[in-house]
T-cell receptor, first 112, second 114 residues
Framework: DGGITQSPKYLFRKEGQNVTLSCEQN?????MYWYRQDPGQGLRLIYY???????QKGDIAEGYSVSREKKESFPLTVTSAQKNPTAFYLC???????????FGPGTRLTVT | KQEVTQIPAALSVPEGENLVLNCSFT??????LQWFRQDPGKGLTSLLL?????REQTSGRLNASLDKSSGRSTLYIAASQPGDSATYLC?????????????FGKGTHLIIQP
């Protein structure tokens, strides 16, 4: 089955620790994205990547970092510099033909 | 900066009714517009994609229209069913190229009463 996988589904961390969220896709999509969703708010773009070894900051990149070493993978690191990291994180990918975005199941991160 | 607004924020209707969800955006220079469905605690499911050159798209009981010049889109759901209960999200591309990510509205929370 083609799709996007995110792991883990739930993640708990202590304040001050860095944590990495996984995102893998087997759709052969060039573009990948990370969004954050908070209760009562729309999704907000954190980082995006259009090709391997290249990525750009979105609207709320502060406190986050990414890498794109393989076409299939786009991990997101939530650093200790992120002031309010508790949220639902969603990864997406799209083909460059029409940029229709497909989403993974999400990772719920709780930092205490 | 692009802003997307969805009205109403919540809607509850009896099963079988036809309904319309509204989406407006401030900058008409979009590449495409997508409607998504989100069930509680889950990821987003793409429902319809409308390119900027298109006026509407249809999939089963769903029809989405786009009026780019006025910055509006509507999602029409025919003969609603309890399984349609979910949050519906509208999103537009940030740039003319479409590759730079989406700007989302806050969604319409829809409840279909059996």
């Amino acid at each position: 089955d083609g799709g996007i996988t995110q792991s883990p589904k739930y993640l708990f961390r202590k304040e001050g620790q860095n944590v990495t969220l996984s995102c893998e896709q087997n759709l052969n999509h060039d573009a990948m994205y990370w969004y954050r969703q908070d209760p009562g708010q729309g999704l907000r773009l954190i980082y995006y990547s259009q090709i391997v070894n290249d990525f750009q900051k979105g609207d709320i990149a502060e406190g986050y970092s990414v890498s794109r070493e393989k076409k299939e993978s786009f991990p997101l690191t939530v650093t200790s510099a992120q002031k309010n990291p508790t949220a639902f994180y969603l990864c997406a990918s799209s083909h460059t033909a029409n940029y229709e975005q497909y989403f993974g199941p999400g990772t719920r991160l709780t930092v205490t | 900066k692009q802003e997307v607004t969805q009205i109403p924020a919540a809607l509850s209707v009896p099963e079988g009714e036809n309904l319309v969800l509204n989406c407006s955006f401030t900058d008409s220079a979009i590449y495409n517009l997508q409607w998504f469905r989100q069930d509680p605690g889950k990821g987003l499911t793409s429902l319809l994609l409308i390119q900027s050159s298109q006026r509407e798209q249809t999939s089963g009981r769903l029809n989405a229209s786009l009026d780019k010049s006025s910055g509006r889109s509507t999602l029409y759901i025919a003969a609603s069913q309890p399984g349609d209960s979910a949050t519906y999200l509208c999103a537009v591309s940030l740039s003319g190229g479409g590759a730079d990510g989406l700007t989302f509205g806050k969604g319409t929370h829809l409840i279909i009463q059996p």
